[in-house]
């Protein structure tokens, strides 16, 4: 989105168009089009419809907010969703923040939860359409008093007097995602040295970051959104008294530690218990072990096991009903006696797909059941049960019910 066409759509005339396309469907743009170019002028409808179809894809972020608010399409990709910044934003004033630099801030994600807390923000970035569309957006969200907006090089920005620093590199080129840390824009250990900076801050980084290049003097975070792990943060100057912390969103459920050795392994018991992708990724498989007095099934596979039945919101249980070893002819067997058609299919260290192991089993009838494989040291089984607590329980009880 260029400058000049946010502000044509800013006029009275921009905002009827994008009002009356709202809930266009795309077989429908080009009748639409054809029509509304007699009445208004080529570029402004272009531009009109690249704004709705920004905002149709960018409702998944942002709920109802997207319909007020202006994108561009890396803006929608890269913009971290409401209920993640709102998380941050929240962590944010619990920690004392009032006034805080928010270094790379694109169209706003971040911003807009932060000024919504109360939150005093000074938000930077290179890109002038960004800015414009953070400047937009903030205005027609009423935030428009708590935010500064700057148009310049992060690195040039003089953050002193500010209570925090939250920087949010950029990952991705014109040629796919960066995986090298020091190839960000800006690169990590600059933005490692701006969250030192302030009394709090923060460093927004891919979540598959290896633990090796989280400073000793950082707290990581990883967030899970419904189950998604969506980003990691580095927080500096939290006096966190752990150095890893699993988030889960929404019901905002948070698990530290990460000074715990692995738990042992040993056979498996009637609850498989498969930990949340946060807890996987900030190595806190052991502390949900201590939760449900588990063993890991195989010292290299993050499922565990427990005679017990434990409520938690780190983990899924499934309670099994047969343990054997893997063998696709025995399973289709079972799964055929049992009149078995909706199958859920988890699988960690083998190399079969559940796409390629659906279609050799071609499961048919009323009931559901969950199969699980997994890799062990002896051998790799097959575990068919259900699940007894997450979300994953009501979609299978739906499922068998049908």
């Known amino acids: 989105m260029e400058n000049d066409d946010l502000r044509t759509l800013l006029t009275e005339r921009g905002q009827a168009l994008l009002a009356e396309l709202r809930e266009f469907a795309p077989e429908e743009e080009l009748a639409l089009a054809t029509r509304l170019r007699k009445e208004h002028p080529a570029e402004l409808v272009s531009a009109a419809f690249g704004q709705a179809r920004l905002r149709q894809r960018a409702r998944a972020k942002f709920g109802a907010d997207a319909d007020l608010m ?14 993640v910044a709102e998380w941050r934003a929240e962590r944010f004033a619990g920690l ?5 630099a928010d ?3 694109g169209i706003g994600g971040d911003v ?19 800015c414009a569309a953070l400047s937009a957006n903030a205005a027609a969200l009423g935030l428009a008093d708590l935010v500064e907006v700057r148009c310049a090089d992060v690195a040039e920005v003089d953050v002193t007097g500010y209570d925090a620093v939250f920087t949010d590199p950029a990952r991705r080129t014109a040629r796919g995602r ?3 840390p020091e190839a960000y824009a800006p690169p990590l250990s600059w933005a ?7 009394p709090v801050g923060a460093l927004k980084v891919a979540p598959g970051i290896p633990h090796e290049a989280v400073p000793a003097d950082a707290e990581a975070e990883w967030v899970s959104d419904h189950g998604d792990v969506k980003e990691a943060v580095l927080w500096f100057g939290t006096r966190a008294g752990h150095p890893h912390r699993a988030t889960l969103l929404p019901q905002r459920a948070g698990l530290t530690g990460g000074d715990l050795p692995d738990p042992p392994a040993g056979p498996v018991g009637r609850y498989l218990y498969e930990p949340d992708g946060a807890v996987i990724r900030a190595h806190l498989v052991a502390e949900v072990a201590g939760l449900v007095n588990g063993r890991l099934i195989d010292p290299k596979i993050a499922y565990l096991t427990s005679d017990e039945l434990v409520d938690t919101p780190y983990a899924h249980a499934f309670e099994l009903t047969d343990v054997l070893p893997f063998h696709i002819k025995k399973l289709k067997a079972l799964l055929r006696e049992r009149k078995v058609g909706t199958v859920v299919i988890k699988k960690r260290g083998m190399a079969i797909t559940p796409e390629e192991l659906r279609r050799q089993l071609r499961p048919a009838g009323p009931n559901a059941v969950t199969v699980i494989l997994s890799r062990t040291d002896n051998g790799p089984l097959m575990m068919l049960g259900h699940p007894v607590t997450g979300p994953a329980a009501a ?8």
């Open 70 to 83: 202006y994108f561009t399409p890396n803006g929608v990709e890269q913009s971290t969703r409401r209920e």
């Open 96 to 100: 004392g923040v009032k006034r805080l």
């Open 103 to 105: 270094l790379c801030c």
């Open 112 to 130: 807009l939860a932060l000024a919504r807390a109360g939150i005093e923000v000074l938000a930077v970035d290179r890109d002038p359409a960004a």
């Open 178 to 180: 960066v995986f090298d």
């Open 192 to 198: 490692i040295e701006a969250g030192r900076r302030a």
């Open 395 to 402: 979609v299978q009880a739906a499922g068998a019910s049908m």
